[in-house]
């Protein structure tokens, strides 16, 4: 088996020792699919287009573990490239999560750290807001992605505040993408004025269909197994989901063990009771990977 779909820095890795081969198959990658890539296309014409008064901005949401973060990674990925020597600072992508943060005070710091725009968190919050909104001029940031975003929305206290907020980035012009849980929807909806500029996009459990054995498919190729393992068959496929509940990183990440167990055991294909195997040990653990 050829192994060029492979980091190049591990272009030998079809002779590396069992170990390294398990690590490679647990490191977490992005894997293309047809609902993840309508979004980043969304994400990618946005930044073609010239700036407008009302600027057009996205919302994927989902429950936990959908998939969301790594999909708006990918996005910011894509579409990054490094200054010319001598350009001015332009930085058209900022991408922050709100992990760990419900308040504005935290949202301003964190996209002003992400601008390199010395502050401190002494200062009043609307003047950290003021500086937020020059730093994001200065820098010509065209997308503001904001991850885990319900965090914000989701704490009472200041749910005005936090909309007033987004409205006013909106008006900079900045186009918002952004990702979070149901609430985070159920707020951005109740604004008179959000609500039509956000478009949404929902991710949800995956079913037997062509498009989740494409994805499924397409990670067994990915891993570094010397033999096939058919996890995309028609005989195969249907049970991982049955016992993954059809959850993408449960799934994901259960095939990803099942590899390294599969290698760690001397064996070059993943078994349908190695398969089983890993999943039923995620689900017991309460273990699943970060969305």
């Known amino acids: 088996m050829k192994y060029d779909h492979l980091d190049p820095r591990l272009e030998n890795l079809a002779d590396a020792d069992k170990e390294t081969r398990a690590a490679y198959a647990l490191a977490d990658k992005y894997l293309p699919y047809s609902a993840a890539e309508n979004i980043i296309l969304e994400f990618e014409w946005i930044l073609k287009q010239d700036p407008t008064n009302r600027p057009k901005c996205l919302l994927v949401f989902g429950e936990p573990g959908m998939g969301k973060s790594m999909i708006l990674e990918e996005a910011r990925r894509r579409t990054h490239s490094a200054p010319a020597e001598g350009a001015s600072r332009e930085i058209p992508v900022v991408m922050i999560s709100l992990g760990g943060s419900s308040d504005l005070r935290g949202l301003f710091s964190r996209i002003l750290r992400a601008l390199d725009s010395p502050h401190t968190l002494n200062e009043r919050p609307h003047a950290l807001y003021e500086q937020t909104c ?3 001029k200065f820098a010509n940031t065209r997308i503001l992605v904001i991850d885990e ?3 914000l929305l989701l704490a009472r206290s200041h749910l005005g505040e936090a909309m007033a907020v987004l409205r006013d980035f909106t008006n900079l012009p900045l186009s918002i993408v952004c990702a979070g849980i149901g609430g985070a929807r159920i707020c951005i909806a109740a604004d008179e004025q959000l609500k039509h500029r956000f478009r949404c996009h929902k991710l949800v459990a995956w079913s037997e269909s062509q498009d989740t054995r494409s994805i499924v498919a397409t990670l067994e190729s990915r891993l570094p197994l010397r033999e ?5 068959s028609k005989k195969i496929l249907p049970v991982l989901l049955r016992l993954s509940g059809g959850h993408p990183q449960t799934l994901i990440t259960g095939i990803r063990e099942a590899a390294r167990d599969a290698l760690l055991a001397g ?3 993943i078994s349908l009771t190695t398969a089983k195997n890993a999943i039923n040990r995620m689900l017991a653990e ?5 969305a």
């Not at 096939?228 to 995309?232: K, Q, R």
């Open 134 to 136: 020059l730093s994001l």
């Open 267 to 269: 064996k070059e294909n």
């Open 286 to 290: 309460k273990y699943e990977s970060s």
């Open 228 to 232: 096939p393992s058919g996890l995309a």
């Open 149 to 151: 975003l319900h965090n």
